[in-house]
């Protein structure tokens, strides 16, 4: 089985995916950037047992990270825990994506398998807007080249940041108001950040809409998307699974490239090499 893994600066997400490419089971944890490998691997046993499946089942292990240090630890835990060499995902990784951009290097590891998953289950031209500590928003083409895309504060931070550097403002429950008109300042602070950020997920795909010239598909995904998923007719498709459906197609990739390269003979492999 695989163990596919996405570790944001928020949450980490594990996916179990059977053989035949079935997500299994998801859990999702909290991205403390200081627990331990052997932390990881015990809550992720205990987790597991509890669906009744066991680690040993796990033969593969991708892994896609915006965070050095978990990352670090994460490798750690497959490579002694687990007797497995992970792929990691990033821009020097070649998954099947064309970067169409100024510094594809520098493109997150997340936004990279967010595209190669979205393409591949609903095509291009595409817009991906993933809502988590950042929104992001990544445009595919019709041949499903990344394009480029923005970045915003998402809706908890814009909230964080703001009780915080407000004396009188405080933290709310996050959840879309009934009106945008708040009576009090609970409301009216859930307003403008819940709502106000669906206005500007509204803008931004109506610009970028028209920059294309087409009315590209909207996929929506990360883990504050359920604030927002039903609440827009732009909005084409919800897929909470996306980045772990990338992770899965991105490894069989690998997998397969890796197997091919295995079975050429040392001759083989140097006429290749030598070919222009």
């Given amino acids: 089985m695989l163990l596919a893994v996405e570790v944001g600066n928020t949450n980490t997400t594990f996916g179990l995916f059977a053989a035949v490419g079935e997500l299994t089971t998801a859990y999702r944890l909290s991205t403390e950037r200081e627990r331990m490998p052997d932390e990881w691997f015990a809550m992720l046993a205990a987790l597991l047992a509890s669906d009744g499946h066991e680690l040993a089942e796990v033969d593969g292990v991708i892994i896609s990270s915006v965070v050095p240090s978990v990352t670090t630890w994460l490798v750690e835990m497959s490579h002694n825990r687990l007797r497995i060499d992970p792929v990691i995902v990033s821009g020097d990784l070649d998954v099947g994506l064309d970067l169409d951009v100024d ?89 403008g950040i819940v ?18 010239e087409t009315d590209a598909q909207v996929i929506v ?41 295995a079975a050429k003979s040392p001759a083989e492999l140097r006429r290749v090499a030598a070919t222009p």
């Avoid at 669906?198 to 920059?211: F, H, P, Q, S, V």
């Avoid at 909005?235 to 997998?255: A, E």
């Fill in 195 to 212: 709502a106000g950020h669906l206005a500007m997920l509204e803008g931004m795909i109506g610009r970028t809409r028209a920059e294309l």
């Fill in 103 to 191: 510094e594809p290097r520098q493109l997150g590891a997340d936004r990279i398998v967010d595209c190669v998953a979205a393409f591949d289950r609903y095509g291009g031209p595409a817009i991906i807007v993933d809502l988590g500590t950042a929104t992001t928003f990544d445009v595919i083409g019709p041949d499903g080249a990344y394009k480029g895309g923005a970045i915003a504060a998402g809706v908890a931070t814009s909230l964080k940041a703001l009780a915080g550097n407000a004396a009188q403002l405080f933290n709310v429950e996050l959840h879309m108001p009934e009106s945008v008109i708040g009576r009090n300042t609970a409301d009216q602070l859930r307003s």
């Fill in 221 to 261: 995904t990360g883990g504050l998307a359920p604030l927002f998923a039903n609440r827009s007719s732009l909005f084409d498709h919800f897929d909470p699974d996306l980045t772990l459906h990338g992770l899965r197609l991105i490894y069989d990739r690998v997998r397969t490239v890796s197997n091919s390269t």
